[in-house]
């Protein structure tokens, strides 16, 4: 090439892209031939001196181990992802029951169940062949998930966040991502967290008060998470077989950070992201998501049409960000006293204390406005 490119800007992001990427593939076949050697030392060592040859099948993480040990093919998804994020993820039925949007006395069933299962079954407790792992995976990563959105965005109690616990669940998924490295959804699942992850620093104030996503200080995430979090999407990509509903969810957050402001965002894309969501991964909470975006390219009147319809339809009944979600759509479009209700609403349906004092203040500002 020769002369100024027309958009230098855009053109030096673009080379920065590529040696990035570049930089990231010659770091990878660097470290795994270290690690390759590594191996290969530590098998010589362990035959002569007649000890157990390195087993490269083996799960060398506790908690994960665990948690695959829990997820038993025996059981049905749900009752091994309930069972496990109450025994070895720690979370409470009520934190358990709002993940999976059902009452309380339903967690509890299943985890009874699940329990009698397993012990009328006779399953042993130990490790699974990697062989089984397949059967397993979908749980486990169900597993993860649901423990990092509870440390994201906790569902109860007096603070916004549990940055520990979320930070757990994005260290398991990179253990994880190491043990199955040819399971695009597995990258696809490390990425979303390295990408949500890289927002804590601004997520909330020195006391602890949430920041919402239009008002975070963007400097302040962490580069670093970001670029984990492009490698870990693009080890998913490489693998050729489309993205699933992690890797989706990834591209969407993806889009988010990217952005240096939220007008910024390219909005139009995270709604067509959303809407392969929606056919991979058909949920009510993914069309309220897409509903949001949809409010953000297209206006909110569109959007309300669409959070309308899931009103109806009663799927998320009890769910607090539905009013919450129909209050700002409405406040948006002037509606002020139909939009009061719906945070008033959404403000009984919320167990966070943090979540629910900006929700107050939200209210306070639509009587005080008038707007």
Same mark, same amino acid.
């Given at each position: ?15 920065? !892209? ?13 470290? *795994? !031939? =270290? ?7 530590? /098998? ?24 695959? /040990? ?7 998804? *749900? ?31 299943? /985890?009874?169940?699940? !329990? !009698? ?29 649901? /423990?990092?959105?509870?440390? =994201?965005? #906790? ?10 616990? #979320? ?26 967290? *390295? ?113 309308? *319809? ?8 009890? =769910? ?18 139909? #939009? ?16 629910? #004092? ?14």
């Amino acid at each position: 090439m020769h002369g100024v490119p027309a958009n230098p800007g855009a053109w030096l992001v673009a080379v920065g !892209k590529r040696r990035a990427i570049d930089g990231w593939r010659r770091d990878a076949a660097r470290d *795994e !031939k =270290y690690a390759q050697l590594a191996r290969e030392r530590e /098998i010589d060592e362990t035959d002569a001196s007649g000890g157990t040859p390195w087993d490269p099948d083996a799960i060398d993480d506790d908690v994960l181990r665990l948690v695959f /040990i829990a997820c038993h093919p025996v059981l049905s998804r *749900e009752a091994s992802v309930a069972l496990t994020l109450r025994t070895v993820g720690g979370l409470t039925t009520d934190e358990i029951a709002r993940a999976f949007l059902v009452p309380v006395a339903t967690v509890q069933q299943r /985890i009874v169940r699940a !329990k !009698k299962t397993l012990a009328a079954a006779a399953v042993p407790f130990e490790v699974p062949p990697r062989d089984e792992y397949p059967a397993r995976l979908s749980a486990v990563l169900s597993v993860l998930y649901l /423990i990092f959105n509870e440390g =994201y965005a #906790a569902a109860s109690g007096p603070e916004w966040m549990r940055a520990d616990l #979320a930070r757990e669940a994005l260290r398991l998924a990179r253990v994880l991502a190491e043990l199955v490295p040819r399971e695009p959804e597995v990258h696809g699942l490390a990425a979303l967290m *390295e990408f949500l992850a890289a927002r804590f620093p601004a997520r909330v104030d020195r006391e602890g008060h949430p920041i919402l996503l239009a008002d975070q200080d963007r400097s302040r995430w962490d580069r670093a998470l970001i670029a984990r979090g492009r490698a870990a999407l693009a080890r998913g990509d490489a693998l050729g077989r489309g993205r699933g509903p992690y890797g989706l969810q990834a591209a969407i957050a993806e889009c988010h950070d990217a952005a240096a402001t939220v007008d910024d965002t390219d909005w139009a894309r995270i709604v067509l992201l959303y809407e392969a969501l929606g056919r991979v991964a058909p949920s009510p909470v993914v069309e309220l998501n897409r509903a949001v975006a949809v409010s953000m390219a297209e206006g909110p009147a569109t959007a309300l049409r669409l959070v309308d *319809e899931l009103v109806a339809a009663g799927e998320l009944a009890g =769910y607090g960000l539905l009013p919450s979600v129909r209050g700002e759509l409405l406040a948006r479009l002037g509606r002020a006293d139909e #939009a009061r209700a719906e945070f008033t609403r959404a403000i009984a349906q919320t167990a966070n204390e943090r979540e629910r #004092a900006v929700l107050e203040s939200r209210l306070r500002g639509l009587a005080g406005s008038g707007a």
